[in-house]
């Protein structure tokens, strides 16, 4: 028995080490925060940080992220988040407004080794600039990673959405560097652009539902996506029932990759 047990130990042993070796775990968290404009109508940046710390991510991909604009106050919502998180921060400004800036940021415990904003396409009249912050990040082991946070065109008509689409698959997938892009899509899962975008990357949140708005969700709109079939396991999956903080809930994802 005494062998029998030393044995399964081992054994245990031997197949934990080998998961560390072939494998990183990521948590990756998206959230459109609304500019820090709680359902109260209420600037509360602490808000979104205390989201943030209880879901403890590694990556996260935020979007409607003010910067020095005058109706938060000439805040940092990034720099004021990375302060309370302390993570490495990047802002893709998608244009000017009120005073500064706006745009997508992302969040990451890992160095930022390279970032740049991609312009996305819009022509419609209701549309705005829009674009995605890119990150490369290092991993431990210094394996690295790409991570975008996108928010795509919000109008009915799909044009833009689908030209920021084809920009965003010709862009970022010319490198062989693992790709996860997260963000608010503005497109629903049985849409022409989530089907378009699944031809070429894994849906880590296939199988959740709604995440605006966030009092009483109707619609998924958010997503985590990931390039490099083959090399994912997605653990788990789930939009946090958050109802204040922000009018989308964020979707975090617990991945694999090999």
């Not at 790409?146 to 010709?170: C, K, M, N, Y």
């Not at 062989?176 to 892009?181: M, R, S, W």
């Not at 894994?202 to 090399?231: F, M, N």
């Amino acid at each position: 028995m005494q062998r029998i047990i030393l044995y399964l130990i081992f054994s245990v042993g031997a197949l934990t080490a080998k998961a560390q070796v072939q494998g990183q775990v990521i948590k990756v968290m998206t959230y459109n925060i609304h500019h820090a404009e709680n359902m109260s109508g209420k600037l509360d940046i602490q808000g979104i940080a205390t989201v943030i710390l209880a879901t403890n991510p590694d990556l996260v991909a935020l979007q409607e992220v003010d910067s020095a604009t005058n109706r938060i106050g000439n805040a940092d919502i990034l720099k004021e988040l990375a302060d309370a998180t302390g993570m490495y921060i990047y802002f893709g400004k998608a244009m000017d407004y009120d005073g500064g800036g706006y745009g997508n940021g992302v969040l990451s415990r890992y160095p930022i080794q390279s970032a740049y904003t991609l312009a996305l396409p819009s022509k419609g009249k209701e549309g705005e600039p829009r674009s995605a912050a890119v990150v490369t990040v290092q991993l431990p082991g210094d394996s690295l990673l790409r991570f975008a946070s996108a928010h795509l065109d919000h109008v009915e008509d799909p044009t833009d959405r689908l030209a920021q689409i084809q920009l965003v698959l010709g862009q970022l997938q010319r490198s062989t560097v693992p790709l996860i892009l997260a963000g608010d899509l503005n497109a629903l899962p049985a849409s022409k652009e989530i089907t378009q975008l699944k031809a070429h990357f894994t849906d880590a949140t296939e199988k959740l539902g709604p995440t605006w708005p966030s009092d009483k969700p109707t619609q998924k709109l958010d997503y985590i996506l990931l390039s490099g079939k083959g090399r994912w396991h997605v653990s788990k999956s789930e939009v946090v029932e958050e109802t204040v903080a922000s009018d989308h809930r964020p979707v975090i994802a617990e991945l694999l990759i090999k």
